[in-house]
């Protein structure tokens, strides 16, 4: 057990911290974490997950570790993505109570003296925090919000808007998000398919502290789908209905073409119709493919049962840094 002599035997609160390429960010972090967490209790921990980063930052954590014991890193051994590597720092969060944010200050730790005391009152498992005004372009908040309703339709755990990773939890629910394996992690999803009390704390968005989003539209388009995907097979039973419908119509097209030919005496139908008709089997043919091959892959990922990150280096040494987890 070396390594470990120097850690407290219980930890009050856990702040897992996500990190990618954030040298910009961690210094002011380091200093606000400091001041906002440890005006709630002397007894935190937290811990600093470089998710592969390319620029500086597991060199600063390195550092930031020696100066303050109390920052713990991980370091994956390379960018397993968001979602990993939170699952990376909840599998090692020691604290009865863990609290997940950004580095770029987007969720402000300030938040932490409203969200904490109702996980304390015993009545809820996790408290999530809610953006209420964001600075989004209008088109962007406009697409969100659409989302959000088809996704509440579509699939069967309720997600909300503007309600991101930025959450406490306590250990039952720590708990039971370890225990769920799966390779294609949707955390919004995850976060309540789980369940338990849940309450919800209201904040004004902020902007990036520094450096820039590593989000393009391509991500939050593949997220869109990510998030449909993961929580039910609605998708295939719609394609068989999509399937229904174009037969329906086919057939009744085909019956008009026969009837006009024996009334009207007009044997060749349109050239274009044919076309489209041809192209947009094609089309529909091609989606219903592309769904079923998406649930395949998942499928495939999931029988691998790959890891869903490895560790490089830990604040733990060389002796106590464990391959993977949870
Ligand atoms: N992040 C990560 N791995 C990634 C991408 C992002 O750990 O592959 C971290 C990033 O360092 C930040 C948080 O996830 O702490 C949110 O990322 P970002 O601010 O880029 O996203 P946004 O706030 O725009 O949704
Ligand atoms: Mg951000």
């Given at each position: ?8 035997s ?41 998710d ?13 570790n ?35 944010i ?13 969200m ?6 015993g ?8 953006r ?18 088809m ?31 799966e ?83 007009n ?7 044919t ?26 990922a ?25």
């Amino acid at each position: 057990m070396t390594g470990m002599s120097s850690a407290p035997s219980h930890v009050d609160l856990s702040v897992v911290i996500p990190c990618y390429n954030e040298e910009e960010s961690l210094p002011r972090l380091v200093e606000v974490v400091r001041e906002q967490v440890g005006a709630i209790t002397d007894n935190y921990e937290v811990i600093l997950v470089d998710d592969g980063s390319r620029d500086r930052t597991l060199p600063i954590l390195r550092q930031v570790n020696a100066e303050h014991p109390q920052f713990r890193y991980l370091s994956l051994s390379r960018n397993f993505g968001k979602e990993s590597a939170m699952l990376a720092g909840l599998s090692q969060a020691r604290g009865d109570k863990v609290a997940i944010i950004d580095a770029d200050l987007q969720h402000p730790p300030s938040l932490l003296p409203q969200m904490l005391p109702l996980l304390d009152s015993g009545e809820y498992s996790q408290v999530v925090a809610r953006r209420t005004r964001t600075n989004d372009p209008p088109v962007r908040t406009a697409l969100s919000r659409l989302y959000y309703r088809m996704m509440n339709r579509l699939i069967d755990v309720e997600l909300q808007d503007g309600v991101g990773d930025f959450r406490v939890l306590d250990r039952q629910a720590v708990r039971a998000l370890l225990t769920l394996g799966e390779t294609n992690r949707f955390s919004k999803g995850l976060f309540a398919w789980i369940g338990f009390p849940t309450a919800v704390v209201d904040y004004e968005n902020v902007s990036r502290e520094a450096g820039a989003t590593k989000w393009r539209l391509r991500d939050l388009f593949n997220y869109g789908i990510d998030g449909v995907v993961s929580f039910n097979y609605r998708p295939l039973r719609l394609s068989i209905w999509l399937g229904v419908l174009v037969t329906a119509v086919a057939v009744a097209y085909a019956l008009w073409v026969l009837v006009d030919a024996i009334v009207h005496g007009n044997p060749v139908a349109g050239y274009v119709t044919t076309i489209a008709a041809v192209t947009w089997f094609g089309g529909v043919q091609l989606i219903v493919l592309g769904v079923i091959g998406e649930y395949l892959g998942r499928i495939y990922a999931e029988t691998k049962r790959r890891p869903l990150f490895l560790l490089k280096e830990s604040s733990n040494g060389p002796d106590d840094t464990p391959v993977t987890g949870p």
